[in-house]
C-alpha cells in the first residue's frame, strides 16, 4: 500500500517525514537533557526558573514532555498503516512539535511566565494530538483503534490535576 507521493515526499525535510523521527529523537534528546538539569539542581550547582518547583517539574516532564513524545511519535506514525492514509506530517507535523517544545520551554522557565500560559501551553499538546490522530481514523471509518483518543484526553486530564 503505497500512501505518500515519492516526489512530494523527497521535497519534505527527512525529520518531518514521519512523527516517530522528531518525536523520538526530541523525545530522547530532551530526557537526557532534563536529567542532567536534575542532576545539576541536586547537586546545587545551578538553580533552575522552573513552573512550581524543581520536584513538581522532574515528575511532570518525565512523564508530560518525555513519555508522551514517545506515545505521539507512535501513535502519530502508526495510524498511517491502520488507516491506509498520510499520517501528519511536513508543517502540521512541525507545528505539532514546535508546541511540544514550547510546553517545554514554558515548565523550564516558568518563573518568568504567568502561570496560566504554561498551563494552557502545556495542556494543548495532548488534544492537538489526539485531533489529528482522531481525524485520520474517522476518515476511513476505522474505530478499532479510538481507543487511543480517551486516552489522550485522560492524559490531558490527569496533566491538568498535575498543575492544579
Known amino acids: 500500500m503505497q500512501v505518500t507521493q ?8 527527512p525529520l518531518l517525514r514521519q512523527a516517530f523521527r522528531p518525536f523520538f529523537l526530541f523525545g530522547a534528546s530532551f530526557s537526557i ?3 542532567g538539569l536534575w542532576i545539576a539542581t541536586l547537586g546545587g550547582w545551578v538553580s533552575l526558573p522552573v513552573y512550581g ?3 513538581f517539574w522532574h515528575a511532570h516532564e518525565m512523564l508530560f514532555g518525555f513519555v508522551t513524545a514517545i506515545i505521539l511519535g507512535f501513535l502519530l506514525t502508526a495510524v498511517q498503516n491502520w488507516t491506509g492514509q498520510r499520517a501528519t506530517h511536513g508543517k502540521t507535523l512541525f507545528v505539532l512539535v514546535m508546541l511540544w517544545s514550547l510546553a517545554r520551554l514554558a515548565l523550564l522557565f516558568g518563573t518568568y511566565l504567568p ?5 494552557l501551553i502545556d495542556l494543548s499538546v495532548l488534544p492537538v494530538a489526539a485531533l489529528l490522530f ?12 479510538l481507543f487511543f483518543v480517551p486516552i489522550l484526553l485522560l492524559l490531558t486530564a490527569t496533566n491538568a490535576m498535575m498543575h492544579a
Open 115 to 119: 502561570a496560566l500560559a504554561v498551563i
Open 33 to 35: 537533557i532534563a536529567v
Open 6 to 13: 515519492m516526489e512530494q515526499e523527497m521535497r519534505l525535510t
Open 134 to 145: 482522531a481525524r485520520l481514523l474517522l476518515n476511513v471509518n476505522q474505530t478499532r483503534n
Open 53 to 55: 518547583n524543581i520536584l
